[in-house]
């Protein structure tokens, strides 16, 4: 994407809106580079751009080097799990299978340093707090802590987990780091309090079937899947009182009422509502799902970067269909917490969340499929099979809020790209970059952008 490119393109098109096109392309990279965000003034421009330049990308190969082939390229840090870039977008960190975690200079595609051992277990997911720290977690119950100005060992360890880690998220707005794992537990840690004996925690909610936990970017929802077929989204999060607010919630009896209609007492509060009726800390349970069963494995979920909207990916008990969606996470404005319009339902009954759906290639059963958004919130990558798909809300490549559809409807393909041998596990945006990366289950990483 070469700006001497883009130029020779705009001299050999003479109409002026391929002109502006290639001038708003300048702009854009431009801004984007710097951490600009430009307003809602050059929404439809850039929607025509995502349109024309996402459809050309091609895995990066660089001139000269050598190209080995993946199945002779042996990978001894196994599987790539999990992949997440700096906020500056000049590191790429990958979490491995087996206890490695492997750092990238993405302009350059090079791995420049390897945490050999970075735990005992699996590492499955990176999360970065800022330009030089971040903490992983593991199958060995353990998070830990790290700045890459010494990767020698890690700043602390934090343990309170009693099963596997899955999920990292950090809360700018509590400045909280919030874990969850498969015992069912959501842990948040005060990091900036460590002591020489460790760092207090404190369990703020736990149920069962726990899949992964995701917070809004501006840490005002906190959304959980789970592996019997719904979210649970907490709306108006109050991490300082949730452990009191939500005490006595039990996600799965409530299911139960649902499903054979009869509402229990929980601790003294009718199920139908008590805790969908609260102020703060305001409990929604989201079923509606494609196809309509009663149960699904949610493993992979993902948050808009604007908070609009969640993506997951789930899987049927016998793994023989898996599917992507997106749900609506805003607050309706037409409805209030605990207002059902005089009928006698839940919150989460109000009105459907489901937006946009699409059926995924049922590949490498068993393992969970990391999906995620483009920085701007127009783009999906979804892994496909031995390799990448990326879908958009529309043809046009809109933003959600511009095509928010009445019923729901299929997610647009832009693009598929086929260039693993194994199944991927994985996808990543760059936040600075036009820039995709992929990882696999026999441990490639391969780098995509855009040719024009």
Known sequence: MAKSNLRQAENTNGSSEAVDMHKFCLSWLKNRELGRRR????SRAQSDFIGRVYPTLQRRHWPGAPIVEESKRPHTHGAVFNLEFSPDGKVLAAACEH?????????TTRQFHKMERAHLDCVNCIRFLDARMFATCSDDCSVSLWDLRNLKQSICQLKGHTNWVKNIEYSRKSGLLLTSGFDGRVLTWDINKYMEDGCSHERVFHTHGLMRTRLTPDGSKMVMSTAMGYLIVIHDLDLSNMADDLKFFNAANYMRW?????????AGQDADGAYFRLARNRVEIVTDFVPAENY???????????????LSRYTSPDDDSEWTCVHDLQDSPKQKPGVTNGQKMPQHQTRPRLTHFIEEANVGRGFIKELCFSDDGRLVCSPFGYGVRLLAFDPKCSELCDCHPETPVQLYEVKTVVTHADTVLTTKFSPIHCMLVSGCLSGKICFYQPTL
């Open 296 to 310: 699904w494995y949610i493993t992979s979920l993902q948050v808009h970067p604007q908070g609009w909207c969640s």
């Open 39 to 42: 307003g809602c003034e050059a």
């Open 99 to 107: 206890t490695d975690v492997l750092l990238y200079d993405p302009l």
């Open 258 to 266: 649902y499903h054979i209609e009869q509402a229990p007492s929980v």
